[in-house]
């Protein structure tokens, strides 16, 4: 069955202890990508993969960190958490973001989410 | 800056019809997609608009204007279950990064 994995779903954890948020998709795509949501403020980018070794930063980068050493794997890192990265976290992943493949669109499939508390 | 606009909430009756507006300014464009989301969970895809013109999927439709930096997803014969998070997100084509705007929360009355 084609996914994408998050893991862990749910995470209680305390300001400055480095965490990181694994994600794995199945489906041999090239495009992967974090975002984080909070009510009020929509989805938005914190890092994208176009594919293996590249790496650049969405929207709002700052206190993450992502690698991109395997095709699958896209892990989000947090040093160094803190209270305001509170927030649901999803990874998706796509071929291309809109490439058409013989009439078919292939588009970002989402991962379940994290909920992450950083108290 | 980059920028996507479409309305907080919209309440619609089950069985009619509903139009969601997207209205967008980004550093280029290459495509622009509509995801619905119900609460606590992964949004999912509903379509996607390169080119201007309609496109028609089952009961949603999205429209695309590039002239106008404007889209449109039609919901017809709406149903309770199409309660949810309507997302208009968009492909800036200088850089590969997804904007997505903050969604429209879509409320169906019996």
């Known amino acids: 069955e084609a996914q994408v994995t998050q893991n862990p779903r749910y995470l209680i954890t305390v300001t400055g202890k480095k965490l990181t948020v694994t994600c794995s998709q199945n489906?041999?795509?090239?495009?992967m990508s974090w975002y984080r949501q909070d009510p009020g403020l929509g989805l938005r980018q914190i890092y994208y993969s176009m594919n293996v070794e590249v790496t650049d930063k969405g929207d709002v980068p700052e206190g993450y960190k992502v690698s991109r050493k395997e095709k699958r794997n896209f892990p989000l890192i947090l040093e160094s958490p803190s209270p305001n990265q509170t927030s649901l976290y999803f990874c998706a992943s796509s071929l291309y973001p809109g490439r058409r493949l013989a009439g078919n669109v292939e588009t970002q499939y989402f991962g379940p989410g994290t909920r992450l508390l950083v108290l | 800056g980059q920028n996507i606009d479409q309305p907080t909430e919209m309440t619609a009756t089950e069985g009619a019809i509903v139009q969601i507006n997207c209205t967008y300014q980004?550093?280029?464009?290459?495509?622009l997609f509509w995801y619905q989301q119900h609460a606590g969970e992964a949004p999912t895809f509903l379509s996607y608009?390169?080119?201007?013109g309609l496109e028609e999927k089952g009961r949603f439709s999205s429209f695309l204007s590039r002239s106008k930096g404007y889209s449109y997803l039609l919901l017809k014969e709406l149903q309770m279950k199409d309660s949810a998070s309507y997302l208009c997100?968009?492909?800036?084509?200088?850089?590969?990064?997804?904007?997505f705007g903050k969604g429209t929360r879509l409320h169906i009355l019996p």
């Open positions: 997100a968009v492909r800036a084509r200088t850089d590969d990064k997804i904007i």
């Open positions: 980004t550093s280029g464009f290459n495509g």
């Open positions: 489906m041999n795509h090239e495009y």
């Open positions: 608009n390169v080119l201007d």
